[in-house]
């Protein structure tokens, strides 16, 4: 079993939804977590960062982390066309490596 | 400012050839780490290096190396290339104080196919 779990859809969803991506995890001493948005023929690049549990939001995207559960969630208001991309959640414990999801390919259809 | 480059982008070689993949971080940046991306298994760390010195090392047989100069460029090698090695490989660089507080900043990654 993965350390980090992650559906990796494809998600297709019409221009103006609300999308739910979802992150379970096993590792109890996980303390950051982010959500990365990765473009075809880019690199990813980070989109949300958040410390321990609680909810972040920014603009329109809200992360999620719920310690207790270990799951963490990206929600995305409003969605657009230019958010179709592959989103990736990643996690460590303090001064450790990045652990990633596998990602999940949302598609936004005008 | 520039950001994380990489070169080559694309890379074709053969099993058993090794090939080394250049990583320049965003100026400023000491933190180099270097992660593996295939459909499969997703984003796999590779390796850190902070101020020349490996600071955190993922699940890779000794065939991956790498190294960090003074100028805080950073070079990784993979040597007797195996079909499996074929993947996008990703350099990201952060601020001083450590990869994991900070963000990473990610370069377009080489994208090498082993034939």
């Known amino acids: 079993q993965k350390e980090v779990e992650q559906d990796p859809g494809p998600l297709s969803v019409p221009e103006g939804a609300i999308v739910s991506l979802n992150c379970t995890y096993s590792n109890s001493a996980f303390q950051y977590f982010m959500w990365y948005r990765q473009y075809s023929r880019k690199g990813p690049e980070l989109l949300m960062y958040t410390y321990s549990s609680g909810n972040k939001e920014d603009g329109r995207f809200t992360a999620q982390v719920d310690k207790s559960s270990k799951y963490i969630s990206l929600f995305i208001r409003d969605s657009q066309p230019s958010d179709s991309a592959t989103y990736l959640c990643a996690m460590s414990e303090r001064f450790q490596k990045l652990v990633f999801g596998t990602g999940t390919r949302l598609l936004v259809s005008p | 400012k520039a950001g994380v480059t990489q070169t080559p982008r694309y890379l074709i070689k053969t099993r058993g050839q090794q090939v080394t993949l250049s990583c320049s971080p965003i100026s400023g940046h000491r933190s180099v780490s270097w992660y593996q991306q295939t459909p499969g298994q997703g984003l796999q760390f590779l390796f850190e290096y902070f101020s020349e010195t490996q600071r955190n090392k993922g699940n890779f047989p000794g065939r991956f190396s790498g190294r960090q100069f003074s100028n805080s460029r950073s070079e990784m090698n993979v040597s007797t290339l195996e079909l499996g090695d074929s993947a996008l490989y990703l350099c990201?660089?952060?601020?001083?104080?450590?990869?994991?507080?900070?963000?990473?900043?990610f370069g377009p990654g080489t994208r090498l196919t082993v034939l």
């Open positions: 990201a660089s952060s601020l001083p104080g450590g990869a994991i507080d900070n963000e990473q900043f």
